[in-house]
């Protein structure tokens, strides 16, 4: 037997349409290279021991759990669909457009009578996600005729009582001019197991370090490294400017009395922070971007 034919592989099953390039840029940062073709559905990782299948985000919890593959990436919201039976590694909150959960919202148009849940009794909805939407009305004791829609459904809105929909931003359904009633599920992106690749030992291990770098790659997508320069006589000023992920690093330079100070900040606060460093007293002030940061 060669060693192509005796090397374990783990099978991946990342999100085919609209989570695809944002999972795709994920791993990258996560350390992984990815490559494939316009037309293929088979990714190639720069990890050998892993291989890449893609599949909608909606069949992804199904194909998990029979085994298909041994892990995938996919959203809360089409696990409880699906009713699947799957380990939860690690919850991943990234989406299409933005680092937020997405919402499954009841919207109808701005013009409709329809001011709350109750008032569509007896109503026609139009969805995808049609087992977690009766469920939703079951519990609200309110008996609504619930149908299946084959995506784009903002434009059925007036050709029925209400839709649900999922939204990042509420921008498409402003754009068609629909107002939101109600919230019936807040998702985030899952990264998920089949139960027996979880029981695998080799496999275990291989998908909780891939879990670990997701997760290291999300936290630094918000972050940022930070180098200066400062003498001993300002450094107890800068210190108490400078945020830090725990406690700054700080290092004597070689024949003055200086030192070197490096921490780990968000980046939302860089704009406002340099200019306070630089009158505290620092210098040689340096912002870099991270891939991960393993807490």
Do not use: C
Not at 131 to 139: A, I, L, P, S, Y
């Amino acid at each position: 037997m060669s060693n192509t034919e005796s090397r374990k592989t783990l099978k991946f099953g990342l999100p085919k349409g609209s989570l695809e390039k944002s999972t795709f840029d994920l791993l990258e940062h996560a350390g992984y290279d990815i490559s494939i073709g316009s037309r293929s559905y088979y990714p190639t990782f720069s990890d050998p021991d892993i291989q890449g299948i893609m599949f909608r985000a909606q069949e992804m919890s199904r194909y998990v759990e029979n085994g298909v593959v041994d892990l995938g990436l996919t959203g809360h919201d089409w696990i409880l669909e699906n009713g699947s039976e799957v380990v939860e590694v690690a919850e991943l909150v990234y989406s299409k457009q933005r680092r937020q959960p997405a919402r499954w919202v009841i919207a109808v148009p701005a013009e409709s009578a329809v001011e709350k849940v109750e008032d569509l009794d007896g109503k026609l909805i139009a969805t995808e996600l049609v087992g977690v939407t009766n469920k939703f009305f079951e519990k609200r004791g309110i008996t609504a005729k619930v149908e299946f829609s084959w995506g784009a459904t903002e434009v059925k809105a007036r050709l029925v009582d209400a839709i649900v929909e999922v939204t990042e931003t509420g921008s498409s359904l402003r754009a068609n001019n629909l107002r939101i009633i109600d919230v019936v599920l807040t998702s985030t992106t899952r990264l998920i197991a089949n139960k027996e690749a979880w029981s695998d030992p080799w496999k275990r291990e291989k998908i909780e370090n891939i879990s670990l770098l997701l997760k290291g790659a999300i936290v630094a997508r918000d972050m940022v490294g930070l180098k200066l320069n400062v003498s001993a006589a300002d450094l107890a000023t800068v210190l108490a400017v400078l945020p830090a992920l725990k406690h700054p690093t700080v290092s004597p330079l070689a024949g003055n009395d200086w030192f070197a100070v490096e921490t780990i900040i968000e980046e939302s606060v860089v704009r406002t922070l340099i200019p306070d460093l630089k009158k505290a007293g620092a210098q040689g002030i340096i912002e870099y971007p991270l891939n991960k940061v393993i807490p």
